[in-house]
């Protein structure tokens, strides 16, 4: 089995595949502010739900980066500690491995975000302005992020049917938390 953890988008979300990366079960759960309480107590649930344990999984399937600080450090914890326990497999995977058009914009703050404009660029922090100065520029109405912006419409259906048939599983043993934190200037 394999069990794919997202906690970085705006909701958490929990999939579950058999080894021939078949759909087998989903959820979703709103887990912002309740991170460390909530996390483990809904995996629970949705393993006990789908009739499978920890040590049934043979790869954890984790997206580790960009986010809270609090959530990445929450869900790398949970899925590294049972990942000691159970000694299978860990694949990390990028907020940007999940998308396949471009550009893909995550938020940092409430003025700036993670951008990246196309496959062969890096991922940079820009201004939000600069962000739809320059979506205006190259006339682009659809994007993928997760905030809003007037007059651009965001794409969140995120297919992790397609991401799974395609990924190339890792065979980590542990996982570190990836985050960037910006200095703070008043």
């Not at 609090?70 to 860990?90: D, E, G, Q």
């Not at 992790?160 to 599983?169: G, L, S, T, V």
């Amino acid at each position: 089995m394999i069990l794919f953890v997202n906690t970085i988008w705006k909701k958490a979300y929990l999939w579950l595949f058999d080894n021939k990366k078949n759909l087998l079960s989903e959820t979703f759960f709103e887990i912002k502010w309740n991170e460390s309480s909530l996390l483990l107590p809904k995996l629970e649930e949705f393993l006990e739900k789908n009739n499978v344990d920890y040590f049934q999984i043979e790869n954890f399937v984790l997206v580790n980066w960009p986010g809270s600080f609090t959530w990445v450090r929450t869900a790398v914890l949970t899925i590294n500690t049972i990942n000691f326990i159970t000694k299978k497999n860990i694949t990390p995977l990028s907020y940007f491995d999940l998308f396949k058009s471009f550009p893909i914009i995550k938020s940092s703050s409430k003025r700036d975000s993670f951008f990246q404009k196309d496959n062969f660029s890096e991922i940079e922090i820009w201004e939000n302005q600069k962000i739809k100065e320059f979506l205006e520029e190259k006339n682009i109405s659809k994007i993928n992020w997760d905030a809003e912006i007037e007059k651009i419409e965001i794409l969140e259906n995120i297919d992790y049917c397609d991401i799974i048939k395609n990924i190339e599983f890792k065979d980590f043993k542990q996982v570190e938390a990836l985050y960037i934190k910006k200095p703070n200037i008043s």
